[in-house]
Structures are given as C-alpha cells and as structure tokens.
C-alpha cells in the first residue's frame, strides 16, 4: 500500500525464511505476505531467494517488476554478503570482494532497489567474525561504483555496536573526504534491547537452561529499565548463584548481562536525519501487542522527533529462535509488527 | 536453527546403472539463514549404521550438475554454483551392491564458512528408509 508517509514501512523477506524453506511460500508469496501485512518496502534477500542468484536475468527482472505492481509494493534495499572465506584453504582478495561487491550493488539496482545493506567489517563488532569482511579500503572503492548506479550503502549498526560507535566513523569520513556521499548509518532496533527476550528464553529453556533463574534475570533487567536505572548485573549476580545455574545458562547469561540497558534514545533522534536505513528487529510479541524486550513506542518516537526519512522494515528474527520448538507462523509475526509500528506512528490501520 | 531439518527423508534409494546398483544417495538441505557457493561447504561427513562413508566415494548433484564431493575442496572452484536456500543437495554414495532396503541409521555432520561467525558445524541422525 503507496503512501507518502517520510517513514515508511517494509518487510526484510528475512522475516519469512521458514516458509520459504519448507516451500510453503515462495517469492511471491513472501511478498505477497509483505504486503498482506500492509507494508509498502521490500527488502531483498536475494542469496536465499533469488534462485537465480548471482546472475540476476531480465526475465526475472521483468516477473519481479511483475510483482512489485500487482502487490503495491516497492523494492527498498538488498542484502550484501562478504563471503571472503570462499574456499576451504583459500580466501577472496581484496580485488575479488570488491568485485562480488559491485555485483550486489549492479543487482540491487537493477531489481529497482535504492538501498544496500553492506556488510560491513564492524557491523557487529570485532572479534567475532574470524575474517576481515568489507572493510574501509573496500567500501571507498565502492563509492564511485555507487555514484554511478545511485545506490546508498547502508552500514547496518548491529548490537553489540550502536549508531554512535566510532568505530563506523572511518567509512563517513571516506565518504566525506571523497565527495561521494553514499554510505550511510543504519540503525538495527538490537541496540534497543532492554531484556532478554521471551524467544530466548523458550530456546535456551529447551537446550537445558533453566526457565526460573532466566525470567529472573529478564524481569530484573525489565524493572530496571521502567524505573529509568541502568541494570548492573553484579547486583544479583550472587542471587543468580544462589539459584544454581548450568553451564548453558552461565554460557548464556555471559552474553546477555553485559549491556545496563539500550542504547540512548537522545543519540538516535539526534541521529534520525542522518540515517539512510532502518531494521526493525524483533523476536516476540507479547499479548499487548508490544515487542517484547524492545520498547518500541520510544524508538519509533526518537526516529519520527529526530526527522528520519525513510524506510523502517520489519526484520523478524524470532524464527530462528523458536522453530526448533515447532511451527512460527511468520506472516502474522509480521503482520502484527506492522500494526504496532504503525500505531506508533499514528498512521491509520486499513489491514 | 535448521540443525533437525540438514538431513531430509526424501529421496532415499539406491542408484541404478545398466541394471545394477552402484550407489545410494541422501538428500540435505542447508544449515544457514540463506545458500552460499557450493565452496562454502566446509565438510559433508556421513556415517551409515555406524560406518564413516570414504569422502572418495562422494559425489554432489545440485541444481542440474554433479560434482565429486572433494572438488569444492579446491583452490580453483567457481565462486557461483550455489547451494540453494531450501533446496536438497543430493549426496550419492559410490558402492557396489547400493544399499539394502529399509531402515538405516544415517549421521550427517555439515560444516559450513559463512561471511561473519564461525564455521557452523551441524549434526543430524535419523533413521532413514531407502527404498
């Protein structure tokens, strides 16, 4: 559905990557989904589905256009990969990525997208990616590429990273010192997390943990947050002994304890002008309605009061953690994501 | 993740070749968010009743063509036969006489080098019928 909302809504076909692996959708059903949700953007995930892919013929092109017309929906963004492991005692080189590069970016235009999300060598920190993905030198010799195609790289600022790290900064300032302003800041909703999220939970629950010492952990996280303090987990860390926890959920709770809370609201609207794209990442969605560990009420709030222009699309990652347990029904996840951001937004609800 | 769902039971059988069996094939699906190059495939190691399979023995058969499984080792592999999101990859195994009909325990470990974590490593076991 067209609109000419500033902060428009899409899907990421991510959100649907069961169904299209057990082939009960297939592209188009994955967009038709999308649209049935009431978003109006796609973003493409053209190394899942895309069979096709890496060479992307007119004939697709031409059933592609097909679809965008008959679903109302507009392409938005493709996803960039950085296979630099490629083979097993051989990795791509410089010139070699960069190449793959230029091949995502010919692809996304010629799909009609305006928008590539690239990965970059820090998109979730360093040290847990054991190769170097597309890093600086590579992403300033994609500018001209850009410029020529007039497409926007998208550096998708992925927890444990936020907007603000310095550590995105030298890609800005390539982009600043060349005069070719196509790289951007993208704001994943990740850094947003105030707890752990109930999908989590569920999974780690099922893997061995233990449900009682998690949701306590989750719902001292919570009372912090909605007190407005940050959360030290030092604080109940002997608590937490005290319950006797596993090994999984030691394992676990190292990586979940580390953050006080999310990142700053006042940095995102300040940001908000600047941004070229934006992943609305989430897992669950509790009875409210509301996204269970993110609050997405001030989010979406500090993107609208900041004056971000431009798409927001749903990026469901709740799949991954639950269907070990069963069926997730994807398509209404979605649909019910979508509800919610639009009434963040105030914006009317046909679906 | 789709750890339960790398080895599938369709498709299960021996192969016939001018009357004869000459092999026997699984079929796998893959153990990541989307298909990455055939030469992403870090290791396909399969064990059936127990008994590790030679990787010598192993061909590939993906979209149209087939591969002996320890060419994507090389150096020299292209870069743009894909293993296809949700798609099987077939393993044929080489061996004189198939397989027996009916039930068989199969142990599939799939390895595979994606952009930004670790080599993921996954295991299936089933028991499988091949027909």
């Known amino acids: ?145 850009c410029a020529e195609y007039g497409i926007m790289m998208a550096l998708e600022c992925h927890a444990p990273t936020t907007i603000d790290d310095p550590i995105h900064e030298p890609y800005l300032e390539a982009a600043e010192r060349l005069g070719l302003p196509y790289v951007g800041l993208q704001a994943d909703f990740s850094s947003y997390e105030y707890c752990i999220s109930s999908a989590d939970v569920g999974m780690v629950v099922r893997q061995g943990g233990t449900e009682e010492i998690l949701n306590f952990v989750r719902e001292k996280q919570r009372e912090a947050y909605f007190k407005g303090e940050p959360f030290i987990y030092d604080e109940i860390k002997s608590t937490v002994e005290k319950m006797g926890p596993n090994d999984i959920d030691l394992q676990f709770l190292r990586r979940h304890t580390r953050r006080t809370g999310p990142a700053s609201y006042e940095v995102l609207k300040k940001y908000a002008s600047k941004l070229v794209y934006v992943h609305g990442k989430f897992y669950d969605i509790d009875e409210d309605g509301q996204v269970d560990n993110i609050d997405y009420p001030k989010v979406i709030k500090a993107l609208a009061d900041g004056g971000y222009k431009g798409y927001i699309c749903s990026e469901f990652e709740g799949n991954r953690r639950m269907n070990d347990a069963g069926w997730v029904d994807e398509i209404e996840y979605v649909r019910k994501h979508q509800l919610l951001m639009r009434k963040c937004l105030g914006y009317e609800q046909k679906v | 993740m789709y750890d339960k769902h790398i080895l599938t039971d369709e498709g299960c059988r021996s192969i016939w070749e001018h009357g004869k069996k000459v092999g026997y094939c699984v079929n796998l699906k893959i153990n990541y968010y989307r298909g990455l190059p055939l030469c992403c495939i870090d290791e396909i190691t399969l064990e059936v009743d127990g008994e590790k399979v030679d990787p010598e023995n192993m061909l590939l058969q993906h979209n149209g063509r087939e591969y002996a499984y320890l060419d994507i080792f090389r150096d020299d592999f292209p870069t743009d036969f894909y293993w296809l999101f949700g798609e099987k990859l077939r393993v044929v195994v080489k061996k004189e006489g198939g397989i027996e009909q009916g039930r068989h325990r199969v142990k599939v470990t799939l390895g595979t080098r994606r952009s930004y974590t670790p080599t993921m490593v996954s295991v299936c076991e089933k028991i499988l019928t091949f027909a």
Not at chain 1, 50 to 74: C, L, Q
Not at chain 1, 113 to 136: A, K, M, Q, W
Request: with cysteine; hydrophobic share 40%.
């Open chain 1, 1 to 145: 559905m067209k609109t000419n909302h500033d902060i428009k809504l899409g899907v990421s076909l991510y959100s649907y990557q069961d169904n299209y692996y057990f082939h009960k959708h297939d592209l188009e059903g994955c967009i038709a989904a999308a649209a049935g949700a009431g978003a109006e953007g796609i973003e493409v995930f053209s190394d899942a589905m895309i069979p096709e892919w890496p060479y992307v013929s007119d004939a697709f092109v031409d059933k592609w256009n097909g679809w965008m017309e008959r679903y109302g929906v507009e392409p938005v963004c493709l996803d960039h990969f950085s296979d630099r492991a490629m083979w097993k005692n051989k990795q791509l080189s410089d010139d070699e990525l960069f190449e793959r590069s230029v091949l995502y970016i010919k692809t996304a235009k010629k799909l009609g997208c305006s928008v590539v999300r690239i990965l970059h060598n820090e998109h979730i920190g360093l040290g847990i990616s054991p190769y170097r993905l597309t890093d600086v030198k590579i992403v300033e010799r994609l500018l001209p590429v």
